[in-house]
């Protein structure tokens, strides 16, 4: 099934209702899982327990929980991974083209998207020039 028709068939957070079969390792914040709908082989998820859409949500020890489970995971894929990237998802879904509305993190082995950027185009790097003024523009406007 492809992941856009599981996602129209979807009434309630997946997130929050896992199986104990699911689950590669556990703590009282957040659960480790392998992806349903992976970007590579064997890539994996660390997902709160609680359902929050934002990491502002979190309490110091949720966050701390959810470290070591995005630690295990790495440490987990680099037994048979050379290369593991990370991925933090958040917000609303139907306001930037999230597919979940629970935060949660990707741990993702040999992902290929060095030289690509978010619509798959090649990638282009500033000028010393332009660098420096879009770091003055974006500083302007998160004053």
């Known amino acids: 099934m492809l992941y856009s028709e599981y996602l129209k068939k979807q009434r309630k957070c997946p997130f929050c209702n896992l199986f104990k079969e699911e689950i590669f390792a556990s703590n009282n914040s957040a659960d480790l899982i392998l992806s349903r709908a992976p970007y590579t082989k064997n890539h994996m998820l660390v997902v709160p327990k609680k359902h929050k859409r ?43 083209g999230k597919s979940i509305s629970h935060m949660h993190f990707h741990i993702i082995p040999d992902m290929q998207i060095s030289f690509v950027d978010a619509n798959l185009n090649e990638r282009k790097f500033y000028s010393e020039e332009d660098y420096l003024k879009r770091i003055e523009k974006l500083k302007q406007e998160l004053k």
């Open 54 to 96: 934002f990491m502002w949500q979190l309490t110091p020890k949720e966050k701390r929980n959810i470290d070591k489970l995005v630690m295990r995971a790495i440490d987990l894929l680099h037994k048979k991974h050379k290369n593991v990237s990370m991925l933090y998802k958040e917000g609303i879904k139907k306001e930037v």
